[in-house]
């Protein structure tokens, strides 16, 4: 049986990215390695839509979270942690650890936040130091209104935005400079199609100044250290080399398709998704503003979520993800983030509708297959 990888992260790494890999190492001190390096630094500026250094860490997604943390503030500091998934959770976590003093503000999990309530909060308690917040919440398959967020934030030289972009960049449009936002952080095993094990993040002149005043402790995820290091095309610390040579090769994939078409490819399939999903007669679990980077569908009453997980795994070696915390076993979520193309979502959709009939689930065969094929031919 093939094996297929549908999960929002880790995503299929594309052929060409993998031969790359298996290149023999190259020693990071050496100007092959910078010669890369110099490019990868290009590259992911295109990819954050950034002037602004984007710095290469050695970790997954949640070491770039931790160092936005660790680099902007220091004990007591007040930051409004925005709730609305598992990853929002996550935040307040890093927050709480590092001895911040967390401002929860709550939305239903499935629902997009609101931005009036954040502005609405931030005036009421003005020692708020920063907004933590995700721009595609991956666990529920919600985009939260980052541009309308950092239209106030950006006005304010006290307080930074500081988005978890990991399900979000190279997956619709969210540059950096132009709506300014101060941090931006995302992961490799992500839209960026590679294995995990780097994370990115870059910083607006606001959040480095900022930085200046930290007094949080830290020592591998000193961003500052990463900066300089990185300004000489290089990394403090052993990066994981055979990783940016695979980020060099996808940098150049991304820019060879194009931003604007990299977007599009992926809005255009994760709506055809959401409507096969809806021609099915199931429901999405965003209530509004889905995500292009994954398709969450609500389980019906008689499906056990874990079940038909297991059954795509077992019945056709697709790998799903199934729900988080408080909807465990209540949706299963498809990815469309990274290397996948229209055809892809046949075989995704063929497997949901193959798997809910044997399970009794009284579906159409060919209901949603008909929509995807209407839609994305
Ligand atoms: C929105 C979001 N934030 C954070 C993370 C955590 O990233 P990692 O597992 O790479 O540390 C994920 C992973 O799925 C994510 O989707």
């Known amino acids: 049986m093939k094996s297929y990888l549908f999960a929002p992260g880790p995503t299929p790494v594309p052929e060409r990215v993998l031969l790359r890999m298996a290149m023999p190492i190259i020693h990071h001190r050496e100007e092959a390695f910078e010669a890369v390096f110099e490019e990868v630094r290009e590259g992911l500026k295109y990819l954050f839509q950034t002037d602004q250094e984007v710095l290469v860490l050695t970790s997954s997604g949640t070491g770039a979270m931790e160092a936005a943390i660790s680099n902007l503030f220091s004990e007591g500091d007040e930051v409004l942690v925005v709730r609305a998934g598992k990853f929002g959770q996550r935040w307040g976590e890093l927050a709480e650890t590092f001895g911040l003093s967390p401002v929860y503000l709550d939305f239903p999990w499935g629902e997009p936040a609101d931005p009036a ?126 990783l940016v040579l695979g980020l060099q090769e996808v940098l150049g994939m991304i820019r060879a398709e194009g931003l604007e078409a990299v977007f599009a490819r992926h809005h255009r399939i994760a709506e055809a998704t959401r409507e096969a999903v809806k021609a099915m007669g199931l429901a999405l679990f965003a209530k509004s503003s889905p995500s292009d980077a994954l398709t969450a569908v609500v389980m019906p009453e008689t499906v056990d979520g874990l079940a038909l997980k297991k059954a795509f795994l077992d019945r056709y070696g697709i790998t799903v993800a199934g729900g988080q915390g408080q909807i465990k076993g209540k949706i299963i979520r498809i990815a469309h983030l990274g290397y996948f193309d229209p055809i892809d979502m046949f075989q995704v959709i063929a497997a949901l509708e193959m798997s809910l009939y044997k399970m009794g689930y009284p579906v159409e065969l060919g209901s949603g297959l008909g929509i995807l094929a209407e839609k994305l031919a």
Request: glycine share 6%.
């Open 117 to 242: 309530k954040i502005a609405e909060r931030l005036e009421a308690q003005p020692a708020i130091r920063g907004v933590l917040i995700q721009a595609s919440e991956t666990s529920t398959g919600v985009m939260h209104p980052i541009r309308e967020i950092a239209k106030f934030t950006s006005k304010r030289d006290d307080v930074v935005l500081i988005v978890d972009g990991i399900t979000a960049v190279g997956v619709f449009e969210m540059p950096m400079d132009e709506w300014g936002i101060d941090v931006v952080i995302t992961g490799s095993q992500k839209a960026l199609m590679l294995p995990p094990g780097l994370a990115f993040i870059s910083l607006s002149e606001k959040a480095w100044k900022m930085a200046e005043s930290s007094s949080l402790p830290r020592y591998y995820f000193d961003l500052k250290k990463h900066l300089v290091s990185s300004k000489k095309n290089q990394t403090p610390y052993t990066p994981a080399i055979s």
